[in-house]
Structures are given as structure tokens and as C-alpha cells.
């Protein structure tokens, strides 16, 4: 079992790859800030080949598809459509119904000018990956980036596959504490609270079966297709409604003091705090950010230069979705009536049960994913180059079955003792988002142009090389900002929420229906 990948060395002198080598394919090499001719100029890497031995390197695509070509389970089969439909599924997801809250703390504009700044930033983050990756196909995950970037240091591999697998098994339990809240409110809360949330972690553990992504990009278009109409139904039911859920009633609202028609912000009310500030600003960073699973994306793609196509596509579907709906739902609803996800805003039972029945897909598959790949991850590192990795065994299913089975148990762990669900997300943002939306990417871009151009590549460049020295600071100090900051927040609100008995307290039976 093969943890922590060796860096050999190779000579890094000169700054162009040679052409002759295997990993060298037609446009494998695209440089994005290139004005030159199709496939740019040619661009170097940043370290050796990452591997244990010379077979352990993959080296190309090409050669990658070759070896696994008499495999009867293939992974480098999806198209930039099928790759698409993984983010739209990862991007349009429940986390979209954090959006109407997001916008009561932040005041409308500030709210939408942040969506698209973290929109666009988070593309442009995403490119440095795709580059990166490009550059170094024999990368499996963001794991060994995390490695490759701090210069083949182990306890950076370690550091990273730490986080990684706690991010991805935070969101699983953010998607079991979800599961629980929809049979709740289906059921009036016919079965204890805890009873809901196993039953929904076995059910989302059987769905977590299949290998490869090929197989689950099936699933994710079904998936984003539900989530898109289940927030267009509560967007017209807001706005169809009389009212919303505990309009002039005792105890309605947030505070059970706020009254009246739906209050809209369109900038921050004065005396807005920087812990519901901040919360408001990772919960809209959370939904934005999913750079993890990018590397892991590429590595399954016949073509990864067709890579951009797919993020481009989504981008645009998200600012417009994410925009759009949050602010007619956050419209219709108002500053005090405005509840985390936005479905519990919805006043009309009716209206409530049927717009949060079309995410079922959603709290189902997107949990999956994440499941998939840290059973992946895990599983490649313990049977790298034997049969069990690409065929039908008994002890590969065994295997595969076994690390899926740990990471819900761990989900449904984190669901019942972080059970609120705009700070679990303002959680994993400030802990996980900081450095994987941010600051890896930011250092990446710096070793990469230090790589093409030399040591002194800022000023070699001249205007460009500033600014985008400049521009990938700020990203990283963004990043330390989100882990500092946003994590003293975070944990200060889950402190207050336990203290304001916001909720019962942890494995408890109490439902938590909307």
C-alpha cells in the first residue's frame, strides 16, 4: 500500500518538455495565457515524475488508456459532457438554498456582487488546476498536487489526504443531516431523528457502489436536472404565496419579535455582526467551491483538454441558477422570515413538501460522489498495480464495500453532533475551502510561471506577470483569511447555538423538520 508518493528526480534545467517523451500528446500542453498558435507554446513542469517506480508514473493519457485498455473496468472513459454533468451535479446542489439567508445577512447587492466574485474567482482557480494537471497527468488526486506543489514533501501528502478525506466526509454528513431533516418534514416526524438519519446513510451507502465516474455521471445529470427545478418551485412558490412560514404569528420570524411584510435588505443593516458576516460570505464560498475533485475529474477524462468546455458551461448555469432564484426566494421572503435551506421559508405545506421532494436526487447522489471519491482515492493506494484495481474481484468489491461503509459511518457521526446546517457549511468552508479553493491554487500559479519563465518571472513578464503575481496573493491570503477567521466564527456561532437551544443537543430524537 503505496502512501505518500516518492518525487524522482529528473532534470528540471531546461524550461521546454521534450517533445519525444511519452507524456508529451498533441495539446496536452496548453498554456492559457498563450497567444500563440493551437496548443500554445510548450510549458514545463514544476518537479519530477511522481511515482514508485517507472511503471507507476502512467506518464501520458495515451499510455494510461493503452495499459487499461484489456481491463474490464476502465476509468479514463468520460467526455467533457459526461465531466460536466459531475459539476453540475457537485455545483447545483442544496447548498443553493443557503443563498436567500446568505442575502439577508449581506443586504441584497452586496450578496449578488459576492455570488459572481466568487463565481469568477473560483473559475479562474480552476483553470490553474486544469493547467496543472495538464502538466502532470500522472496525478491522481488532489493529494499528490498538495505533494507536487510544496516540493515532494511527505507530511504534505499526509496534511493534505487528511483534509481531503475529512472534507469530503463532512459533506456526507452535511447530506445525511439533510436526508434526515426531508423524512422529518415528509413524516411529521414519525421515526426518532437519529433512526432518519441511519436509514439515510445506508440508503446513500448502497448508491455508493459503483467505480468508476463514468457510471455515477449517469446519475449526476438526472441529479442536477431535479436540483434545478426543485429551487425553481420554492423561487415560484415564494412568489405565489400569501405569505411566508410564520408571518404575524406568535413566535414567527427568526427572533419571534420581527413582524410585518418581508423585509429586503439591499445593503447590510446596521449592527450586522462580523460572525453572521462572515458566516453569510463561506456559506455563498462553499457552494462555489469544489476545486477538490477536479484533479480526480481529469484523471477519469478520455480528453482532458476538453476539460474548460465543461467548466465554462457550469459557471455560467451557476451564477445565473444561484443568482436568480436566491434573490426572488430572499425577495418574497424577507430578512425575517428567511430560514437555512430557503425551504423552510416557504409558508404554504404544500408548497414546502413539493419543492423539497425534487432534491431528493440531489441529497442522494451528491453524498455519493464525495463518497466515491474517497473510496477511490483509498482504495487505488491499496491495490495499485494488481488485478483487484481493474477487474471483478472478490476482494476488490469487498474492499471498495468495506471503505464506503467507514465513510457513512463517520457521516452520520459528524450529522448528529454538528447538526446545524448553515454552520456545518460555513465549517467545511473555513477548514477545507481555504486551501483548496485558494491557496494551493495560488501557490500553483506561482511555480508554474517560475517553472516556464525562471526566477525572475514576475518582472521577465512585465505588466502580466504583476498582475497575476498580485492577483494569486490576494487569492492565497484569502484563503488564510477563510481558515482564520472564518473558523473562529464558525465554531463561535455552533458554540451560540447550543447556548440559544437552537437544537436539542447531539443523537437526539427531536425532529428537525422545517
Same mark, same amino acid.
Given at each position: ?11 528540471? *534545467? ?22 500563440g498558435e493551437k496548443g500554445g507554446r510548450k510549458t514545463s513542469r ?36 459526461? $465531466? ?38 473560483? %473559475?479562474?482557480?480552476? %483553470? ?20 507536487? %506543489? ?10 493534505? =489526504? ?6 469530503? $466526509? ?63 418551485? =420554492? ?10 412560514? +410564520? ?42 467551491? +469544489? ?6 475529474? /481529469? ?77 477511490r482515492f483509498v482504495f487505488f493506494r491499496i491495490f495499485e498495480g ?18 464506503? =461503509? ?25 477548514? &477545507?475551502?481555504?486551501? &483548496?479553493?485558494? /491557496?494551493?491554487?495560488? $501557490? ?9 519563465? +525562471? ?34 466564527? $464558525? ?16 443523537? *437526539? ?6
Open positions: 500500500m503505496a502512501l505518500g508518493r516518492k518525487s524522482r528526480n529528473v532534470d528540471n *534545467t531546461t524550461h521546454e518538455i521534450d517533445p519525444n517523451l511519452s507524456i508529451q500528446e498533441e495539446g496536452q500542453y496548453y498554456d492559457p495565457e498563450s497567444n514544476i518537479a519530477g515524475v511522481m511515482g514508485e517506480s517507472d511503471q507507476d508514473s502512467q506518464l501520458g493519457v495515451g499510455k494510461q488508456l493503452e495499459l487499461e485498455a484489456t481491463n474490464s473496468i476502465k476509468y479514463r472513459t468520460c467526455s467533457w459532457q459526461k $465531466t460536466a454533468a459531475l459539476l453540475f451535479s457537485e455545483y447545483i446542489c442544496l447548498a443553493i438554498m443557503s443563498f436567500p439567508y446568505s442575502y439577508s445577512v449581506l443586504g441584497l447587492v452586496p450578496g449578488l456582487i459576492v455570488t459572481v466574485v466568487v463565481a469568477m474567482s473560483v %473559475l479562474y482557480t480552476s %483553470l490553474i488546476v486544469w493547467e496543472f494537471c495538464l502538466r502532470h497527468p500522472e496525478l491522481r488526486d488532489v493529494c499528490d498536487v498538495g505533494q507536487m %506543489l510544496y516540493f515532494g514533501w511527505t507530511w504534505v501528502w499526509y496534511f493534505t =489526504a487528511a483534509m481531503f478525506l475529512l472534507n469530503n $466526509t463532512f459533506i456526507q454528513g452535511l447530506h445525511v443531516l439533510t436526508g434526515a431533516k426531508y423524512l422529518n418534514t415528509m413524516s411529521g416526524g414519525a421515526v426518532c431523528t437519529v433512526g432518519f438519519s441511519a436509514i439515510w446513510a445506508v440508503l446513500s451507502f448502497f448508491c455508493s457502489l459503483p467505480r468508476t465516474f463514468d457510471t455515477l455521471s449517469k446519475l449526476a445529470t438526472l441529479s442536477a436536472f431535479f436540483t434545478f427545478l426543485s429551487v425553481l418551485l =420554492a423561487a415560484i412558490f415564494a412568489g405565489i404565496e400569501a405569505h411566508p412560514y +410564520g408571518y404575524n404569528s406568535p413566535g414567527g420570524g427568526k427572533t419571534g419579535t420581527l413582524k410585518g411584510n418581508p423585509i429586503v435588505l439591499v445593503i447590510p443593516t446596521a449592527g450586522t455582526g462580523f460572525v453572521s458576516g462572515m458566516n453569510a460570505f463561506l456559506n455563498i464560498s462553499y457552494t462555489f467551491i +469544489g476545486q477538490i475533485t477536479i484533479p480526480s475529474f /481529469i484523471a477519469e477524462m478520455k480528453e482532458p483538454k476538453d476539460f474548460p468546455k465543461a467548466l465554462w458551461a457550469v459557471t455560467i448555469c451557476e451564477i445565473i441558477v444561484f443568482s436568480v432564484t436566491a434573490s426572488i426566494v430572499y425577495v418574497y421572503t424577507g430578512t425575517q422570515y428567511n430560514t437555512a435551506p430557503a425551504f423552510g421559508s416557504l409558508g404554504n405545506e404544500l408548497y414546502k413538501k413539493v419543492s423539497f421532494s425534487f432534491m431528493i436526487p440531489t441529497l442522494i447522489f451528491l453524498g455519493v460522489l464525495y463518497a466515491s471519491v474517497s473510496a494488481t488485478r483487484h484495481k481493474g477487474n471483478h474481484t472478490v476482494v476488490g468489491w469487498a474492499t471498495w464495500a468495506g471503505i464506503l =461503509a467507514c465513510t457513512w459511518i463517520l457521516a452520520f457521526i459528524i450529522a448528529e453532533v454538528i447538526p446545524f446546517f448553515s454552520d456545518l457549511l460555513s465549517l467545511m468552508s473555513s477548514l &477545507f475551502d481555504s486551501f &483548496f479553493g485558494f /491557496i494551493f491554487w495560488g $501557490t500553483a500559479y506561482m511555480r508554474m510561471r517560475h517553472a516556464d519563465y +525562471g526566477p525572475g518571472w514576475i518582472s521577465n513578464r512585465g505588466i502580466r506577470g504583476i498582475a497575476g503575481f498580485i492577483l494569486n496573493v490576494i487569492l492565497i491570503c484569502m484563503g488564510l483569511f477563510m481558515l482564520t477567521g472564518g473558523t473562529y466564527v $464558525t465554531c463561535q456561532s455552533i458554540v451560540d447555538g447550543y447556548k440559544d437551544h437552537l437544537v436539542s443537543g447531539v443523537f *437526539t430524537c427531536v425532529s428537525n423538520a422545517l
